[in-house]
């Protein structure tokens, strides 16, 4: 047995359509890093199962019985029992989901119609403290979003940030991976990583979805 093999990241399916779970399950389990260890049919049943099984992800559909996923996040979320990253998975584009999953505490916000390797990409992504939106939530959605959040304000000089520090925040608003800003910025990976953790303690954040919600309330975005 390869004892440097990395632990398979594991995940609880929450949706109140059992062909939804089971489809998850299946593509989920071709994964090689990924195991699905529990499924639920509603948000007070995900929230119960997240605290019995201990998962590293939770996919959370929105419109369920007993409680809906915007509800179900929040208690996961604020239950220092529960160390689980929240992805928000809908069939709705719609913007008032989008910004009430990420005030709820969900790491990312998912369309069921996005591909295989994009939730594969998601749930590994959150597992590793990252967060993620799905492609077809543009900025322009994000942006509108935000604006309906609270008002805008300009804080384009914080005094807490370096130079490096805004040029790294104004990368990931655009939606730029750790590599790709490596790249952009011609530094390396951990550098990068560093810069995004530095930003994450100084602006009081939880990762890098809250990032760009920052961005664009605080005008660095664009």
């Known amino acids: ?41 509603d948000g007070q049943a995900g929230v119960d199962l997240v605290r019995q099984v201990q998962p590293d992800v939770v996919l959370m ?21 529960c160390h689980a ?21 969900a790491c990312g916000f998912l369309l069921k119609t996005d591909g295989p390797e994009h939730l594969s990409t998601a749930v590994l992504a959150a597992a590793a403290g990252d967060g993620l939106l799905s492609p077809e939530v543009t900025r322009e959605v994000i942006a509108r979003a935000v604006s309906a959040w609270s008002v ?17 925040l104004r990368l990931v608003a655009r939606g730029l991976s750790n590599d790709e800003i490596a790249a952009e910025l011609f530094i390396s990976r951990t550098t990068v990583k560093t810069h995004v953790s530095n930003l994450l303690a100084k602006l009081s954040l939880r990762d890098r979805v809250q990032i760009v919600l920052y961005a664009y309330e605080h005008g660095y975005a664009g």
């Not at 300009?154 to 805004?166: G, I, K, N, Y």
């Open 1 to 41: 047995m390869d004892m440097t093999q990395e632990a398979p990241v594991r995940v609880v399916v929450v949706d109140d359509e059992a062909m939804i779970r089971a489809g998850l399950a299946v593509i989920l389990s071709t994964f090689d890093r990924i195991e699905v260890v529990g499924e639920a049919a």
């Open 61 to 81: 559909d929105v419109q369920m019985p007993v409680l809906d996923g915007l509800a179900a996040t929040r208690a996961i979320v604020a239950d220092p029992r």
């Open 85 to 105: 990253a929240v992805i928000v998975l809908t069939t709705f584009h719609r913007e008032d989901y989008l910004l009430a999953a990420l005030q709820a505490g």
């Open 152 to 168: 805008p304000a300009t804080d384009l000089t914080h005094p807490s940030l370096t130079e490096r520090e805004v040029e790294v």
